[in-house]
């Protein structure tokens, strides 16, 4: 299938562990996006990516660091984790010249 | 700098009868709108796009530059319109889209 997919689909860890939440796409896009989904469903762009560069950085803690290793793919690394990173992660692409963007399932992570 | 609001967080509307979710922009460039969609336990998709002036599943949303709307309307809402709505603003040079706050549609029988 052609799709964005994020791994895991529910993470849950306790306050101050590191962990990361993986996306692939093979879609062959060339911009990858990373948005936060809050508790009351408020949608925030946090990082975008154009092949394998940062373009869009928006306030985010610095414990927040995304990769991206190829185009295909972004990642997003948590250190430190906090109670009030709880959310759905969303992670995004989308075609060089095309405004539409293709979103993932998303992650559901709980800080405990 | 850009805001999307949509000032209803919830709209319950009875099956068959029009629908109307509100949508208003703040932005000093030319805007680029859209409206998206997140149904029961899917994925967030685009609905559709200022730009491309088209009906999709009977919604349709125009572009009111005066007013600064995007207002997403259907003549007569069916059961399966039941999902999240958002309307979001494309900027940072087509890459950044600042989403509203989203509207919960519920259509009841």
């Known amino acids: 299938d052609t799709a964005v997919s994020q791994t895991p689909k529910y993470l849950v860890t306790q306050m101050g562990n590191d962990k990361s939440i993986k996306c692939e796409q093979n879609l062959g896009h060339d911009t990858m996006y990373w948005y936060k989904q809050d508790s009351k469903k408020f949608l925030k762009i946090m990082f975008s990516y154009n092949n394998k560069e940062l373009i869009i950085n928006e306030t985010v803690p610095n414990r927040f660091s995304p990769k991206s290793p190829d185009k295909a793919h972004l990642n997003l690394h948590i250190n430190s984790l906090e109670l009030g990173d709880s959310a759905v992660y969303f992670c995004?692409?989308?075609?060089?010249?095309?405004?539409?963007?293709?979103f993932g399932p998303g992650t559901r992570l709980t800080v405990l | 700098a850009q805001r999307v609001t949509q000032p209803e967080k919830l709209l319950s509307v009875f099956k068959g009868a029009p629908v109307e979710l509100k949508c208003n922009y703040s932005y000093s460039g030319s805007p680029e709108l859209f409206w998206y969609v997140q149904y029961s336990r899917q994925r967030l998709q685009l609905l559709l796009r200022h730009i491309s002036r088209e009906s999709i599943k009977g919604f349709t949303a125009d572009l009111n530059k005066g007013e600064t709307s995007f207002h997403l309307k259907k003549p007569f809402a069916q059961e399966e319109d039941s999902a999240m709505y958002y309307c979001?603003?494309?900027?940072?040079?087509?890459?950044?889209?600042?989403f509203g706050t989203g509207t919960q549609l519920k259509v009841e029988l």
């Open positions: 979001a603003l494309l900027t940072g040079g087509g890459n950044k889209l600042t």
């Open positions: 995004a692409s989308s075609r060089q010249g095309s405004n539409e963007q293709f």
